[in-house]
């Protein structure tokens, strides 16, 4: 089994470190770095069944419809038997996208499950200081039109100095407003 932990794709060259766990690794590293592709190979550490790789390629193939989608891949993944698990949070338009890639490339593929981003995950997006604030700024009318509060009013029922309050709303709603742009536009 191979697990890529780590990896850096390029258009013409990618880095990755690479965990192989097998029963002998020797001549599967020996294999590795016999072949043409592989410009630089270098064994961090090797135990009786398993060792950590630096591969540099000159054919980084697999991650390069991940590159141009724009899709980022959670790491680590296995490559067993030629086949490479991956998984990955994106929106319906880079899955495509990165679904359209790897069919230009002739590289077949099956996805096993979609599922919607639930409210936990978009949680993520905030900190939890950032959520107090913009919750609070919310509920204090800040927001509607015309405006019930003012950032001073938010900043007081919080406690906290108008600058910060401004500076953890303004950081909150870039996140928002971001996250927007790449679910729901052409970027």
Same mark, same amino acid.
């Given at each position: ?15 990755? @470190?690479?965990? =192989?766990?097998?029963?002998? +690794? %020797?001549?599967?590293?020996? #294999? $590795? &770095? ?29 991650? @390069?419809?991940? =590159?141009?989608?724009?899709? +980022? %891949?959670?790491?680590?993944? #296995? $490559? &067993? ?107």
């Amino acid at each position: 089994m191979f697990q890529v932990v780590t990896s850096i794709p390029g258009e013409g060259t990618g880095i990755g @470190l690479v965990r =192989l766990k097998t029963a002998d +690794p %020797l001549p599967l590293i020996t #294999d $590795i &770095q016999s072949r043409d592709d592989i410009e630089d190979l270098e064994l961090l550490w090797k135990h009786e069944d398993e060792a950590l790789l630096q591969i540099k390629t000159v054919n980084p193939l697999p991650l @390069l419809p991940v =590159l141009r989608a724009g899709v +980022p %891949l959670r790491m680590p993944f #296995d $490559i &067993q038997n030629g086949v490479a698990t991956w998984e990955v949070t994106t929106s319906t338009r880079r899955l495509s996208s990165l679904g359209d890639h790897l069919e230009d490339l002739g590289i077949g593929f099956t996805i096993e499950s979609v599922r919607e981003i639930d409210a936990s995950q978009a949680d993520q997006l905030l900190t939890d200081r950032q959520q107090e604030v913009l919750l609070a700024a919310v509920e204090a009318g800040y927001y509607r039109t015309p405006r019930e509060s003012t950032l001073g009013e938010v900043a007081a029922a919080l406690d906290i100095a108008n600058a910060t309050c401004s500076d953890v709303l303004h950081r909150a709603e870039g996140h928002i407003i971001h996250w927007f742009v790449e679910e729901h536009m052409e970027v």
